[in-house]
């Protein structure tokens, strides 16, 4: 989780059920991470957290945050033809 690093982190699907346990995740994680977030670069010293925010919305056609971002990361998208 980017969060952990001091990242603010954002997540974006069209399930609301995705959503909501994400956001389940990111709340559990961030209040007690797990080592696997951190692999061999664990900085024990490190301490501020970044932020999460969710947005409920189709990637591809209807969401406009506004926002600007150094970087997008795509873990999983499917196409069906």
């Avoid at 209040?31 to 189709?58: C, H, I, M, R």
Wanted: charged share 25%.
């Amino acid at each position: 989780m980017l969060a952990l690093h001091g990242f603010e982190a954002y997540g974006l699907d069209i399930s609301e059920t995705g959503i909501a346990e994400a956001k389940k995740y990111a709340a559990a994680e961030l209040k007690k991470p797990q080592d696997y977030n951190f692999g061999e670069f664990k900085d024990p010293a490190q301490k501020e957290l970044g932020s999460v925010s969710f947005f409920t919305a189709d990637f591809f056609s209807d969401w406009n945050s506004g926002l600007q971002f150094d970087i997008i990361y795509d873990y999983t998208v499917s196409f069906t033809f």
